[in-house]
Structures are given as structure tokens and as C-alpha cells.
């Protein structure tokens, strides 16, 4: 174990414990953290940007290819800065017009197709109560048909439509269980790596003292 | 103040000390927890088992650094299976905090099974807007990345010779913290077809049952439960299997708290109807 790695750890060791004391209450040691996080995260992710982005899609082939056209792309990226400026930030208008029109183009019959009409096709099963998978499938098709009754507002919300609307709101509120409990675990899990990282810094100091 | 308005009112505090000892218990004391086998992960082990040795998977590794926790263990597990199977690997990182993290994982696991960059995998690296990323690829992989991670153009790389898009790979793994995911169900999976599985963090696990119930894709790891229950069944690693039992305790800590807040609540409203 070398004293860089030692050394390292104990700032990331500090680091944690900086975040942690927001818990008892905000003080400097927390907003020191944060910032710091938040400074270090918009620096790599610019850097990389440059390096995986600029240089190898536009510099590179402008330069060493002589594929001018690179260019235009890059213009209209430069066009979007202009929003800084009331006088200009017209001309930002084009280059967003050109990306949402390709974005929509490219993302609105995927998205109909994979998040509507699959989605949709899975709820369209074969109910019948004469096995398991039966009474699942209609579950699943009760479940869909109330949890939509519950968002119609055009009807008001009483007799058989009241009740499908309540057995809906159960429906949901079942699935937000199940999110919290999911959301609990991934949270836990964060915490119990944070202390896990503490024994284990702590066993690798314990190494490095005693000479192992 | 009696005290069931005591309970309701405890400062919020207690309860971060009291999960937080509830975790540094099973840390220190380690104890093991047992862990089933869902099949929606087995479903993915099962389908990595069938690869024969040459066959392709394509790994996304799309998570930043700070949901290592969760989702790390399931690369790895998944990694090192390809590995000792001798299954090649295409490597991306679509997350812009990601791709050294991800690079120091494939060093380390390359150097453990002796594999080597460009014959054994291939580490992509790193392409900003991941919806554009994921469309070239299907095209072909040379278009968003013409050179490898390490700068080496794909032609000359053996292991891509012959290999030009998502029809060359078996599977497509997507380990993911974020929204990239979706964007590999709509546009790998919508528009290319690719059999597709995904690993994600616990937040976002309830979202993505719809689509393993639809056939969008076919196997789903969901936070440390899923990591820990792959690594049982692939037997390559026990990270995830260690921090369950912490797991268990801080989630009995906060079931209790859960029933001691209901009935303060349920009791203090009995007493004010009187």
C-alpha cells in the first residue's frame, strides 16, 4: 500500500464526512463538499466534452480530413450561444429549431411505438379464471382500466365509476409502495457503501502502520 | 405533550442515528443474509451462459460514479463472466462522469483474466448525446466511434474485424443510474431490435417492470438485490451479497420506525376525536 493511495482515501474519507454532518445541520464543511462536487463534475464533464466531442467531430475532420462540412454543425452550436444577448438571441431560434426538428422526428414514432402501442399490446391478455396466469392477466387489465378511470375527470367520480376510481387509487398506491421501498434500499445501499469505504480505509491504514 | 405526539414529533435526527447504527452493526459484526434468485435475472445469467467463447455481448456501462454502489457489482459480475467464458466484450460509457471508472474496472478485470484491449474486448469509451450515440451504433459502430478509448482506429482492431453493428452481437447489457436507459428501449430496442437486458438502481427498478412484462427486454437487475442475486448465481464476486445483511437490518429499523410513526399518528388522532 503506497502513501499516495493513503493520502488520497483520507481526503475522500474527509470529503464523506463533510457530507455527512449536513444530517446534523447545514454548515460550511457540507457547502465546501458540495461545491466542491459540483466544481469538479462540471470540469471533467467539459474536458471530456472537448476531448470526445469538438476534437474528434469537428476539429479533426476540418483540420486533418479537410471535411469543411463539419463546420456548419459547429455554427449552428455557436448560433444557440447567442441567447446570452437580448440584441441577438434571435439567431439561437434556427439552430434550436434544426435540432428539435430532428430530435422530434427521430424520437415521436419510437416513442409512440415503445412506450404507447407495445405498452399498450401487453395489457391486451387473455383473461379467464381457470389458472394462475388467467387471474393474473386480470390483474393487470383491472389494474390498467382503474388506474385510467382514476385520471378521468369528465365523469364525476361516483357509483360504479367512484369505485373503480378508489380501487385505482389503491392501484397506485400500491406501485408507490413498491417505488419507496425500491427508493429506500438504493438509498441504504449508498450509506452502507459509505461505511464500508470507512472500515475499509480504516483496515488499509491499520496495513500501511503497521508496515504489512 | 404525551407521548404518542412525542413520536410524531421526534426530530428527525434520532432516526438518522439510529438507521445509521443500524448499519455500522452488520458492517462490523459481517454476518450472511439469504439471497433468492428472482427469475428475471436468472433470465440474464442464463442467457450469458449460453454465449459460446467468441461470441460478442455489448456492455453499457452508463452510471456515473457516485451510483457505483448499487450497480458497479452487476457490471463486474457480468464482466467477469464474459471473461472466464472467453466471451468478447464491446464496451461504451454513455455517462459523461463514467468512462474512467469504467476504464479502471476493464483494466483491472483485463489484467485478472489476462485479456487483452482489441482482441479480447473492445472499450468504446465515451460519446456525448447517448440517443445519437445509440442510433450510429446500430448503423455501425465506427460511425460515433472510429478509434477505440485508447485511440486505435476499430478496423485495426482484430477482434472488429467483421463486426459492424448490433446484428454482429449476441446481447446488449445496459447497466445504467440514469436515463439512458430508456433510450436503449426505444432506440436500440424499437429501432434495431436488439435483445436487450438492463441493470439499474433501486430508484428506478419500479419504472422498468412494465417493459420486462411487455418483452421490451428480457432481464432486469434492480439495485443491490439484483447485483447480490447475480453474483450468487454467477459465483463471481460477493460485494453485493456482503451488504445485504446491512441491508436487512436498516430496513428492519425502518419498518419499525414506519409502525411507530402510524400508530403516534393513528393514536394521536383517536385522542383528539375524543
Known amino acids: ?212 | 405533550m404525551d407521548f404518542y405526539e412525542r413520536l410524531m414529533n421526534l426530530d428527525r435526527r434520532w432516526v438518522y442515528l439510529v438507521v445509521g447504527i443500524a448499519v455500522i452493526i452488520p458492517v462490523l459484526n459481517p454476518f450472511r443474509v439469504p439471497v433468492f434468485v428472482t427469475q428475471e435475472v436468472k433470465a440474464i445469467y442464463d442467457s450469458i451462459e449460453s454465449l459460446e467463447p467468441g461470441d460478442i455481448l455489448f456492455l453499457a456501462i452508463d452510471y456515473d460514479p457516485q451510483a457505483m454502489a448499487e450497480v458497479h457489482p452487476m457490471a463486474r459480475a457480468i464482466m467477469r463472466q464474459c471473461f472466464a467464458k472467453d466471451v468478447k466484450l464491446i464496451i461504451s460509457a454513455l455517462s459523461q462522469n463514467g468512462p474512467g471508472m469504467a476504464e479502471q474496472l476493464i483494466s483491472e478485470l483485463g489484467k485478472e483474466f489476462d485479456k487483452k484491449s482489441g482482441i479480447d474486448y473492445c472499450y468504446l469509451g465515451y460519446k456525448p448525446y447517448f440517443a445519437i450515440v445509440i442510433l450510429g451504433m446500430g448503423q455501425n459502430f465506427r460511425i460515433p466511434f472510429p478509434t477505440d478509448y485508447y485511440g486505435v482506429p476499430l478496423d485495426s482492431l482484430p477482434m472488429m474485424r467483421g463486426v459492424r453493428n448490433y446484428d454482429d452481437v449476441k446481447l446488449v447489457i445496459d447497466i445504467s443510474s440514469g436515463n439512458i436507459t430508456d433510450y436503449w428501449i426505444i432506440y436500440g430496442n424499437g429501432r434495431y431490435n436488439v435483445k436487450l437486458a438492463i441493470g439499474v438502481t433501486g430508484v428506478m427498478t419500479a419504472n422498468y417492470y412494465p417493459y420486462l412484462a411487455s418483452g421490451q427486454i428480457f432481464g432486469l437487475m434492480g439495485g443491490l438485490k439484483g447485483a447480490s442475486e447475480y453474483e450468487v448465481l454467477s459465483k463471481q464476486g460477493d460485494r453485493a451479497i456482503k451488504m445485504m445483511s446491512i441491508q436487512t437490518t436498516a430496513h428492519i429499523v425502518i419498518i419499525l420506525f414506519i409502525v411507530a410513526g402510524n400508530i403516534g399518528y393513528f393514536m394521536s388522532r383517536k385522542k383528539k376525536k375524543k
Not at chain 1, 104 to 110: D, E, K, S, T
Not at chain 1, 142 to 165: D, I, P, Q
Not at chain 1, 177 to 198: E, K, N, P, W, Y
Open chain 1, 1 to 212: 500500500m503506497d502513501l499516495g493511495t493513503i493520502i488520497w482515501n483520507t481526503v475522500a474519507l474527509f470529503l464523506t464526512f463533510c457530507i455527512f454532518s449536513f444530517l446534523y445541520k447545514d454548515n460550511p464543511f457540507y457547502k465546501f463538499a458540495e461545491h466542491l462536487v459540483v466544481g469538479v463534475s462540471a470540469g471533467y464533464f467539459a474536458i471530456i466534452l472537448y476531448f470526445n466531442g469538438f476534437i474528434p467531430k469537428v476539429w479533426e475532420p476540418v483540420t486533418k480530413r479537410g471535411e469543411w462540412w463539419y463546420i456548419l454543425p459547429a455554427i449552428l452550436g455557436i448560433m444557440t450561444w447567442t441567447r446570452f444577448s437580448k440584441k441577438w438571441s434571435f439567431i439561437s431560434r434556427f439552430s434550436i429549431a434544426f435540432y428539435m426538428g430532428i430530435a422530434v422526428g427521430v424520437a415521436i414514432p419510437l416513442e409512440m411505438q415503445q412506450r404507447v402501442i407495445k405498452q399498450l399490446h401487453a395489457t391486451m391478455l387473455p383473461v379467464h379464471f381457470m389458472n394462475i396466469q388467467g387471474l393474473w392477466n386480470l390483474l393487470i387489465v383491472l389494474g390498467v382500466l382503474c388506474g385510467l378511470v382514476y385520471f378521468f375527470f369528465s365523469v364525476e367520480h361516483k357509483g360504479a365509476v367512484g369505485g373503480a376510481a378508489r380501487l385505482g387509487i389503491w392501484i397506485l398506491m400500491i406501485g408507490f409502495g413498491a417505488g419507496f421501498g425500491l427508493t429506500v434500499m438504493g438509498r441504504i445501499s449508498l450509506l452502507a457503501d459509505r461505511i464500508q469505504f470507512m472500515r475499509e480505509w480504516y483496515l488499509m491504514l491499520a496495513q500501511f502502520v503497521s508496515g504489512g
